[in-house]
């Protein structure tokens, strides 16, 4: 069975990938094409141009994830497979101009879950053992995956596997991959994955994930508002074009505009607070 390392840019799953060597490393990046968000080293932006086959104009992410995920490439000895077959602001557009929420995650599953999974597909590497970096303090979350496996603890996906005649897509669920995690399997802590990165050449990002993830509380979404003002931008700007909101009873220019009575520090929060892409 071929084994795939899913990396997200953090220090866990690039943990994973340094120390759990898989067949293949695989890496779904969230891009915008507004200029205003543009990745401000034009060499770099051509490198994962030239990775994902498609133009890279900025991230929604933190910026350092970019380079994170090169100096990680450097730093195993080994390739890292990019995809990004869409922008966020496709993913709205394709779903009718709707924003996504706690309720209906459509960025997760359009540019992170999918991705990664018809890729494999396509290049045939389905059924495979994938890693998940969920630390050994995360047993619910691999729990929760584990269910939707068969009684194998394999799971299905609806993959596109042509066309007809009439240029429709045809579709077909089939056998995917069985979740395995090797560091809830070997009792792997955050602080182990915290010292082994001390003295490593690869940066980090403050928070992984989208830097205006609505699963956040609206005070780190404010910090975060103030650590990276252009993405956070982006999250105010599509909200007033788009269809909703993305989180009920507020909407990120309030959020943005809150006025706090103290003033807020990078160790007020963990990667508790942060939100998460589940693949």
């Not at 990046?29 to 205003?36: A, G, Y």
């Not at 995917?176 to 082994?196: G, H, M, Q, S, V």
Request: net charge neutral; glycine share 6%.
């Amino acid at each position: 069975m071929i084994t795939v390392n899913s990396l997200s840019g953090g220090k866990t799953s690039s943990y994973l990938a340094m120390n759990y060597r898989a067949n293949i490393n695989v890496f779904a990046l969230v891009r915008t094409n507004d200029k205003n968000v543009m990745f401000p080293d034009q060499k770099v932006r051509q490198i994962v141009s030239d990775k994902i086959g498609d133009e890279f104009i900025g991230t929604l992410e933190m910026d350092d994830i970019i380079y994170t995920m090169l100096e990680l490439e450097q730093m195993g000895g080994f390739g890292i497979n990019w995809l990004s077959p869409f922008t966020f602001e496709e993913v709205i557009q394709n779903s009718g101009g709707y924003l996504p929420n706690k309720v209906k995650r459509i960025c997760t599953v359009k540019m992170k879950v999918e991705p990664i999974a018809q890729w494999l597909y396509d290049i045939g590497a389905t059924v495979c053992d994938m890693r998940i970096g969920f630390r050994a303090n995360e047993m619910r979350r691999a729990k929760n995956m584990i269910e939707r496996a068969d009684e194998n603890g394999i799971e299905h996906f609806k993959f596109k596997i042509g066309q007809s005649e009439s240029g429709r897509n045809k579709w077909k669920t089939l056998p995917y991959r069985k979740a395995t995690f090797p560091l809830i399997d070997n009792a792997i802590f955050k602080d182990t994955i915290e010292e082994y990165w001390k003295d490593k050449p690869v940066r980090f990002a403050y928070m992984n994930n989208c830097v205006g993830c609505f699963h956040r509380n609206p005070i780190l979404l404010k910090h975060m508002s103030n650590k990276s003002p252009k993405q956070f931008d982006w999250f105010v700007d599509i909200e007033k074009k788009a269809k909703g909101t993305f989180i009920s009873g507020v909407n990120y220019e309030q959020i943005k505009n809150f006025k706090t009575q103290l003033e807020l520090f990078d160790d007020d929060f963990n990667e508790c607070d942060s939100g998460y892409c589940g693949l």
